[in-house]
């Protein structure tokens, strides 16, 4: 984030203050341009941006919190096997959760028998043109071959194409970036601590010019830390509208924050389908969200087990019982 412009442009009339230009975190042409999956060199580019989807994952309380909420109760319900321990599991399903992809490399030992399967990060993990092929990309753009075969590619389906999943939430990336948004504006309001919103309209004739910069001043030494101070104006015989404040936009009223916030909430949640109880999100009204332990069965049917059961397509192609999943219940 660049540094809050502060500029102070003085003259015997005018102080004022100005932000930045505002920096998106995303662009639609930057990630929603999955109409194919380009085909460069030995591998498929993917048909979103992987990077930003992983930028945007801590953009937003909202947009993470549900999928760690999904996360946890599918680590937490995972039965470890010796070919697959829990925190690869882990791994993998906050690749799948996040991106939309996940990737599990077969090892085999010296007998070419099954030895263990590790998490390949799906961030940098690219399917080859080839039948069976990926490669593994680091930072460099340097890439390793995967052995043919031994990667297990878990996606989520999607419309366009078939060679890579995207994740569920996508139609709600506008609302996170607009809930970052409006966060990172309130940020530089703040620390930009000039909060006055108004013009200083003098005209008594009673003040000489060192009263004039006294109070020039006074109102510069108003931002920062202490912001919130309180002024003294003394005008002996001064007229009545010889000093004037003339608002000139409160940003309180006017940004609209706590609507673009709850409206922003609202889509995103919406988008994970995750009970805000479950969330530890604050109810707005007296009501609440209701039983959270009803909440929490219909949860538990409508998108845990359903999740489970992708992870299922594992044990079909092993030729065993990899994963196996203790029921999501309440104690």
């Known amino acids: 984030m660049n540094e809050i412009n502060q500029t102070a442009e003085q003259n015997d009339k005018i102080v004022s203050f100005t932000f930045g230009d505002s920096e998106p975190l995303g662009d639609a042409k930057d990630l929603l341009t999955y109409l194919q999956c380009t085909e460069l060199d030995k591998w498929y580019e993917p048909p979103i941006n992987f990077n930003t989807l992983a930028n945007t994952f801590s953009s937003s309380s909202y947009h993470s919190s549900p999928i760690y909420v999904k996360r946890n109760i599918l680590t937490s319900t995972f039965i470890p096997h010796k070919y697959l321990s829990r925190s690869a599991f882990e791994r993998i399903a906050n690749d799948f959760l996040i991106l939309g992809n996940g990737y599990l490399e077969k090892r085999n030992n010296l007998l070419k028998q099954p030895d263990g399967l590790k998490p390949a990060l799906a961030k940098?993990?690219?399917?080859?043109?080839?039948?069976?092929?990926?490669?593994?990309?680091?930072?460099?753009?340097?890439?390793?071959?995967f052995k043919k075969g031994s990667i297990w590619h878990l996606l989520m389906p999607e419309i366009n194409q078939e060679i890579y999943g995207v994740p569920e939430y996508l139609s709600a990336l506008n609302s996170v970036w607009l809930d970052n948004s409006a966060t990172v504006f309130r940020q530089r309001y703040y620390k930009n601590g000039s909060h006055a919103g108004f013009i200083l309209y003098l005209s008594n004739p009673s003040h000489n010019e060192k009263d004039i910069e006294e109070l020039k001043k006074a109102l510069q030494n108003s931002k920062g830390?202490?912001?919130?101070?309180?002024?003294?104006?003394?005008?002996?015989?001064?007229?009545?509208?010889?000093?004037?404040?003339?608002?000139?936009?409160?940003?309180a009223a006017k940004d609209n924050f706590a609507d673009i916030k709850s409206v922003s909430q609202?889509?995103?949640?919406?988008?994970?389908?995750?009970?805000?109880?479950?969330?530890?999100?604050?109810?707005?009204?007296?009501?609440?969200f209701g039983d959270p332990e009803k909440a929490s069965i219909v949860f538990a049917r409508n998108?845990?087990?359903?999740?489970?059961?992708?992870?299922?397509?594992l044990n079909d192609w092993m030729g065993e019982e990899i994963v196996r999943f203790t029921p999501y219940k309440l104690e």
């Open 225 to 251: 830390p202490g912001n919130f101070r309180n002024l003294l104006m003394y005008a002996p015989n001064g007229k009545p509208d010889g000093l004037k404040l003339i608002p000139v936009g409160e940003v």
């Open 266 to 288: 609202d889509d995103i949640l919406t988008a994970h389908r995750v009970p805000p109880s479950l969330m530890g999100i604050t109810p707005k009204n007296t009501g609440g």
């Open 303 to 313: 998108e845990i087990k359903p999740l489970q059961d992708r992870f299922l397509q």
């Open 124 to 145: 940098y993990t690219r399917r080859g043109v080839d039948t069976d092929q990926y490669f593994y990309l680091d930072q460099y753009l340097d890439d390793h071959e």
